[in-house]
């Protein structure tokens, strides 16, 4: 079975710095990796995503991401974070047969400080 | 850009009813939804994957009774929780793949205040 595990519920980080959100998956098989962000009471939007090739991933609003398959990460980073940027971060892990269907990490929350 | 639609975004109700909560792919068809669930300050958890034209899909868990889903059409699916109890004050988001592409969007959730 799948599953993801974001290791930080929260990180406080202060305007301007750089944060890493980290995630690691489980699975037996390929995957695709996905960040989402959610505002309250919102639904999710997609930072960024991989599916295949290049192991560095760009996404909206600055970030990136960095599929690691000897460790089974894919860490979420900004080099300078906005009082924007506060809001709940979610990794997501897919089978690689494209289904849709996502199983979701805790999510970390972001608070950016000024 | 694909958009999916939910509504209400809001419902209060009271015990014992029942509360009807749509997803719609506004500009897209969609074979296939998804219906999570999620609790104040913790994760989506996968309800239900929702067919069009056959029946649902639920997670380990998840009561086929209490939380009917319907799919028939490629742009709406529906969620009714029944018989509602406070225990099932939540906050509830679709999502739907986009037929023929890898597009997979989410809707900006529905919250259900039984009372």
């Known amino acids: 079975a799948q599953s993801v595990t974001q290791l930080d519920s929260q990180v406080p980080v202060f305007e301007e710095a750089p944060v890493e959100l980290r995630c690691n998956y489980s699975s037996s098989v390929s995957v695709y990796l996905f960040w989402y962000v959610q505002y309250p009471n919102q639904g999710l939007q997609l930072l960024l995503k991989?599916?295949?090739?290049?192991?560095l991933v760009k996404g909206i609003n600055g970030f990136e991401a960095e599929f690691n398959k000897s460790q089974t990460s894919f860490h979420l980073r900004k080099p300078s974070v906005h009082i924007s940027d506060t809001a709940e971060y979610f990794c997501a892990v897919e089978g690689s047969s494209n289904t849709g269907k996502l199983i979701f990490g805790q999510g970390t929350t972001l608070q950016v400080k000024p | 850009g694909a958009v999916v639609s939910q509504h209400p975004s809001w419902v209060i109700c009271k015990s014992g009813t029942s509360v009807k909560i749509e997803c719609r792919s506004l500009?897209?068809?969609?074979?296939?939804m998804f219906w999570y669930r999620q609790f104040p300050k913790q994760s989506l958890m996968l309800m239900a994957t929702s067919n069009e034209g056959s029946k649902a899909t639920y997670e380990q868990g998840v009561e086929k009774d209490k939380f009917l889903i319907n799919h028939a059409s490629l742009t709406l699916s529906t969620l009714t929780v029944t018989s509602a109890h406070p225990e099932d004050s939540s906050f509830y988001i679709c999502?739907?793949?986009?037929?023929?592409?890898?597009?997979?969007?989410f809707g900006a959730g529905s919250r259900l205040t039984v009372l």
């Open positions: 500009d897209f068809q969609a074979t296939t």
């Open positions: 999502s739907a793949l986009f037929d023929g592409a890898n597009v997979l969007t």
């Open positions: 991989y599916l295949s090739g290049s192991t």
